[in-house]
């Protein structure tokens, strides 16, 4: 197999994004906007202290807002990908694209 240089640069991979749920977390986002965070565990079938690890690193990358509050008593938790998650999601596909290479 051929490949430009260029063009294959494993280090274009966000490390932050790449992990399964993490992943998870940006493809729904980024096509939801924002999502409650028991749609997110039921959504990605996870457990609720699997979710919150992955939605704090998200957040410490600044991908990710998590917006805490109340729906009535009750209290209700969000995630919604920022401006800049959306750009790194963006590049992270980019960048997974031409490390796989045209198709067909």
Do not use: C
Not at 30 to 54: C, H, P, R, Y
Not at 68 to 97: C, M, N, S, V
């Amino acid at each position: 197999m051929k490949t430009s240089g260029a063009r294959f640069d494993i280090g274009k991979i966000d490390d932050v994004i790449h992990g399964r749920l993490r992943l998870g977390v940006m493809a729904y986002l980024a096509n939801a906007e924002v999502a409650d965070f028991n749609e997110l565990k039921s959504a990605l079938e996870v457990t609720q202290g699997n979710l919150s690890v992955q939605l704090r690193t998200l957040e410490t990358a600044g991908y990710v807002a998590i917006e805490k509050g109340f729906l009535g008593r009750k209290p209700r938790t969000q995630a919604r990908i920022t401006p800049a998650g959306r750009k790194a999601f963006a590049a992270y596909l980019e960048a997974l694209g031409k490390l796989i290479g045209p198709t067909g």
